[in-house]
């Protein structure tokens, strides 16, 4: 709520900027299953959409004149939330008024894949998540490969619900195009999971992070749990590979990188539920978020404390929307209900009590 304004910002009083990806991939799910109001949402996605009217993809953080830090995760996320809210709502004018803005940004990054198929974008800005994992300006990172798949997968959802089932055809096929990709170039046998760089020729990039508003990282594992999560979502990872991945995204192998934001690690929390093991997502928020409320929080914040980014702050951010994730993953796999189809004219009704004596 305290994000809430006349659009959701990150927080209250350090930024207060609309960061799409914050809002997109976090405060929507949100603001759609603990409120039900979708007009904020609404809202805010189509002022997303707008941002295309001047640049390839969506802008990272609207209004704002940060369109020389371009940041495609973000913008991947909108094209996600933007079908998550049509699964939510069915709404079809929304389909219809923002399409011709997700097909603008689905082309682009059509246009910008290397030899070996994935998304290659030289100079734009490439954070995933507050981790030790690179960012660098002209690096080809698998993680934004994924979540361009899931940005073209959502493009299709919206493309048929309007109507359009060749352009949705379109979509969908270079979704698996991409998806095949990162899988035949990016998978690591040794270490079972994505790497965090690619190289040609297959050979692992070189394992050390670049910089990131002043915080100095070590060299990085070169496998991490923020790409892996983005793997899942982008739905890159199945069958046996998912398998494989899904046990780290809570308890990270010593020779993975951890991930750094407590809303990546609600949206592993979030694959792990997908599979019907909620418990140790419940014993992570008892713990992760837990601890906030132990030091006297009442909000939730952008970085968990200890994080080596802070300069001894607990946090970067003491109220920040994107954590508050939990609040949506606890009515939709706790208490268990999710729309199975658009306006949830048909639903899913199941609990995962786990250790709960009771949901409501």
């Given amino acids: 709520r305290l994000c809430s304004e006349d659009t959701f910002t990150d927080c209250p009083t350090y930024e207060q900027t609309l960061w799409v990806g914050d809002a997109c991939g976090g405060d929507i799910p949100v603001h759609l299953t603990v409120h039900g109001d979708p007009r904020l949402p609404r809202r805010v996605l189509l002022l997303a959409a707008d941002s295309l009217q001047r640049l390839p993809i969506t802008g990272s953080q609207v209004p704002g004149d940060w369109e020389n830090d371009l940041l495609p995760n973000w913008s991947f996320f909108w094209a996600m939330g933007c079908a ?3 699964l939510y709502t069915g709404d079809v004018e929304f389909a219809r008024l923002v399409y011709p803005a997700m097909a603008k940004q689905a082309a682009f990054i059509e246009s910008m894949r290397n030899a070996a198929g994935l998304v290659a974008l030289p100079g734009f800005w490439h954070l995933l998540d507050w981790a030790n994992i690179p960012d660098g300006a002209n690096e080809i990172l ?8 899931g940005a073209f997968t959502a493009t299709a959802k919206i493309a048929q619900a309007i109507g359009q ?3 949705a055809a379109r979509w969908q096929a270079l979704a698996g195009e991409l998806a095949a990709a990162v899988n035949r170039e990016c998978w690591r046998d040794d270490r079972q999971g994505f790497g965090d760089l690619w190289r040609p020729g297959g050979v692992p990039g070189p394992e050390m992070v670049t ?5 100095s990282w070590a060299p990085a594992n070169g496998v991490s749990q923020p790409s892996n999560v983005a793997a899942l979502i982008g739905g890159v990872a199945t069958a046996e590979r998912a398998a494989a991945i899904l046990p780290r995204l809570i308890d990270c192998p010593p020779d993975w990188t951890p991930t750094g934001t407590p809303w990546i690690h609600a949206l592993a929390g979030e694959q792990v539920a997908r599979g019907g093991h909620l418990a140790p997502v419940l014993d992570t928020i008892r713990d ?4 906030m409320l132990d030091k006297g929080s009442g909000t939730a914040w952008e970085l968990f404390a200890g994080f080596e980014g802070t300069f001894g702050w607990w946090t970067r951010s003491w109220c920040h929307a994107w954590s508050a994730y939990p609040a949506y993953l606890l009515p939709a796999y706790a208490l268990g209900v999710r729309p199975l189809a658009a306006g949830f004219t048909h639903a899913l009704i199941a609990p995962q009590l786990c250790d709960l004596a009771w949901v409501e």
Wanted: negative net charge; hydrophobic residues 35%; proline residues 9%.
């Fill in 288 to 291: 992760r978020w837990g601890d």
């Fill in 84 to 86: 998550e809210f049509y």
């Fill in 165 to 167: 089932p060749e352009a």
């Fill in 211 to 215: 910089a990131s508003y002043g915080m």
């Fill in 142 to 149: 698998p993680h934004e490969s994924c979540l361009a798949a």
